[in-house]
């Protein structure tokens, strides 16, 4: 079971990047899916999840407005797409899953049962 991020990179402040996360190793179609971050020095702290249908999407405060939570079952792949990116974007985002039918996603990262390994977006000021 493998969940594996990509699309991190350094972009300047007001950018844009677009985060996908590709799972393996089982279907996650039925799962909730969700992006977290840890900066240098900080907790790793929730961005985004989506219920398992796309439906029912939570953001953090922080990020609402600016990003975007997605995902496609057909290609067991969730996005996350960040405008307007500002320099405390950045971290390491990591994606996950949580396999527990749910009648509202988690935001709890200790829910959560999968874990990819990170990608590093860096944001310049």
């Known amino acids: 079971v493998q969940l594996q991020a990509s699309g991190g990179g350094l972009v300047q402040a007001g950018g844009s990047l677009r985060l996908s996360c590709a799972a393996s190793?089982?279907?996650?179609?039925?799962?909730?899916m969700g992006w977290f971050r840890q900066a240098p020095g900080k907790e790793r702290e929730f961005v985004a999840v989506i219920n398992w249908n796309g439906l029912i999407i939570y953001y953090a405060d922080s990020v609402k407005g600016r990003f975007t939570i997605s995902r496609d079952n057909t290609k067991n792949t969730v996005y996350l797409q960040m405008n307007s990116l500002k320099p405390e974007d950045t971290a390491v985002y990591y994606c996950?899953?949580?396999?527990?039918?749910?009648?509202?996603?988690?935001?709890?990262?200790?829910?959560?049962?999968?874990w990819g390994k990170g990608t590093l977006v860096t944001v310049s000021s």
């Open positions: 996950a899953s949580d396999r527990n039918y749910k009648a509202t996603p988690t935001s709890r990262a200790y829910d959560m049962h999968y």
């Open positions: 190793g089982r279907t996650f179609s039925n799962d909730a």
